[in-house]
């Protein structure tokens, strides 16, 4: 084994004690950047500023920096937002195409689901789940939802004060392009985790159960795939953005429909994930073709809901007659600055 080969052997045996996270940070900001430079030219000439590119792509981090923190109340609203067991639908009698399109209308159907068919629903145990986040298959379906609407509405905000373009608002307009930011990095981080196969299965930390092929049982194969096999084919940013296409298109009114497809197109690539492993191409240009198209799926994917969601949040004439109404700041002066202590 020569030394580039021990480093990376080396590399891949430290990721497998870490926990799964669905690409590391470098690959979260590089779909963040893919993404970035596929939005319209129209699109606000501040996400084309270095600064705000590197927060945006900084941001896409946080929610698996939320995961680090030590909260029961934390991991059990986030930790099912970041996958979705596709596989484990069907105990529930549901499947991609047929959950319904709100969060707790879905949790309600599985209530149902146990309460109705416990023959069939796997079994929970919550006495080892103190923050009762394994009972149910995953949410990011709804985490990519919910922050494309987010972001629809940080958006409107930004052009309602633009257009008011008042001089007693301009730390509103501020805080309304921090939270555009803020909304864009949030919404990468469950898009991008989706792009990776491993985030849409039950097999998501090896294959589990019946096993004819004789996939990998190693828990590690999660984490390799995050980062090991990023570094090992040197996949950075400036690598891929010469061959990205951005040929995605969303309804930028009702976005189900979009999302169940990418989450598909995924979950169709699981099992082949898992022959590369096997057949050990996973390291070699195939293993690189196949990650590469994960990553440039994910970047497609985003810069059209990034688009869409800009796209669609043009306000009227009434959605700016209500923000000044409901907002009440008719004859304020600029708030100055907090008086020195004494």
């Known amino acids: 084994m020569n030394l580039r080969h021990r480093a990376v052997a080396a590399a891949l045996t430290a990721l497998a004690g870490a926990p799964a996270l669905a690409w590391d940070a470098p690959g979260h900001r590089l779909i963040t950047l893919l993404a970035l430079d596929g939005m319209p030219a129209e699109a606000p000439s501040f ?5 705000t590119r590197a927060m945006i792509a900084s941001q896409s981090c946080e929610p698996d920096r939320w995961r680090g923190t030590p909260s029961n109340y934390l991991r059990h609203e986030n930790e099912m937002d970041h996958y979705l067991d596709v596989d484990d639908l069907s105990q529930f009698g549901l499947t991609l195409r047929t959950m319904p399109r709100l969060r707790y209308e879905c949790v309600k159907a599985m209530v149902n689901a146990k309460r109705d068919h416990p023959e069939r629903v796997e079994a929970y145990d919550a006495s080892k789940d103190p923050a009762a986040t394994r ?7 709804y985490s990519i939802q919910e ?3 987010k972001l629809q509405a940080s958006f409107r905000t930004l052009a ?3 257009k008011l373009a008042d001089p007693a608002r301009t730390a509103q307009q501020a805080q309304a392009r921090a939270n ?5 990095g949030v919404l990468s981080h469950f898009v991008g985790d989706s792009s990776q196969p491993l985030h849409t299965t039950r097999h998501h930390h090896g294959w589990v159960g019946e096993n004819p092929n004789g996939y990998t049982t ?7 795939i995050d980062g090991g096999v990023i570094a090992h084919h040197a996949l950075t940013y400036d690598a891929l953005r010469g061959g990205m296409k951005y040929a995605i298109k969303v309804n930028a009114s009702d976005t189900w429909d979009d999302v169940a497809a990418y989450l598909e197109r995924s979950f169709a690539k699981v099992e082949p994930l898992y022959q590369l492993e096997k057949t050990g191409d996973l390291m070699t240009d195939a293993g690189k073709a196949f990650i590469t198209e994960r990553l440039a799926d994910g970047g497609a994917m985003l810069a059209a809901l990034y688009s ?8 009227t004439e009434k959605d700016v007659s209500d923000f000044v109404f409901y907002d009440k700041l008719e004859g304020a002066t600029v708030i100055p600055p907090r008086p020195a202590v004494k």
Do not use: C, Q, T
């Open 160 to 162: 309602i004060l633009e």
């Open 218 to 224: 190693d828990r590690g194969f999660h984490a390799k």
């Open 147 to 149: 922050n494309y609407a």
């Open 308 to 315: 869409a969601a800009w796209a669609s949040s043009k306000p």
């Open 47 to 51: 996400l084309r500023d270095a600064e």
């Open 180 to 184: 555009v930011v803020y909304h864009m």
């Open 135 to 141: 009972e149910w298959p995953g949410m990011v379906v």
